[in-house]
Nanobody, 119 residues
C-alpha cells in the first residue's frame, strides 16, 4: 500500500506563499497519478491540482490557476504544491492523493495539512 505524509501547512497572511510537500513510502511512486485536494469546514472536498506519473501533464482548478504549481520528484518519491498569492478563501485542510487505475482502481490519501490564510 502507498502511504502518504503531507507537510508544510501553516498560517500565512493574504498575499503570502507556502509550499506543501507529500512524501510517499514506496518506490513505485512513479506509476501513480498524484494530486492535491482541499476541504474547508462544512464544504465538500475539491480538486486543487493533479500531475501525471511522469510529470508531463498537469491540471488545476480554475480558482488556483496562475497562483499554484504542482510538481513531482519521482527519484525522491515526493510531490509538491507551491502556493502563491494566497487568499483567505484558500483556507482549508489540504490532502495528498495517489491514484493507480491499471488492473483496478486504487486511491490513497494522506492525513492532511492545515493551511490558514488571514486577511
Amino acid at each position: 500500500q502507498v502511504q502518504l505524509v503531507e507537510s508544510g501547512g501553516g498560517l500565512v497572511h493574504a498575499g503570502g506563499s507556502l509550499r506543501l510537500s507529500c512524501a510517499a513510502s514506496r518506490s513505485i511512486f512513479s506509476l501513480y497519478t498524484m494530486g492535491w485536494y482541499r476541504q474547508a469546514p462544512g464544504k465538500q472536498r475539491e480538486l486543487v491540482a493533479t500531475i501525471s506519473n511522469g510529470g508531463g501533464t498537469t491540471n488545476y482548478a480554475d480558482s488556483v490557476k496562475g497562483r499554484f504549481t504542482i510538481s513531482r520528484d519521482n527519484a525522491n518519491y515526493t510531490v509538491y504544491l507551491q502556493m502563491g498569492s494566497l487568499k483567505p478563501e484558500d483556507t482549508a485542510v489540504y490532502y495528498c492523493n495517489a491514484r493507480y487505475r491499471v488492473l483496478g482502481d486504487y486511491n490513497y490519501w494522506g492525513q492532511g495539512t492545515q493551511v490558514t490564510v488571514s486577511s
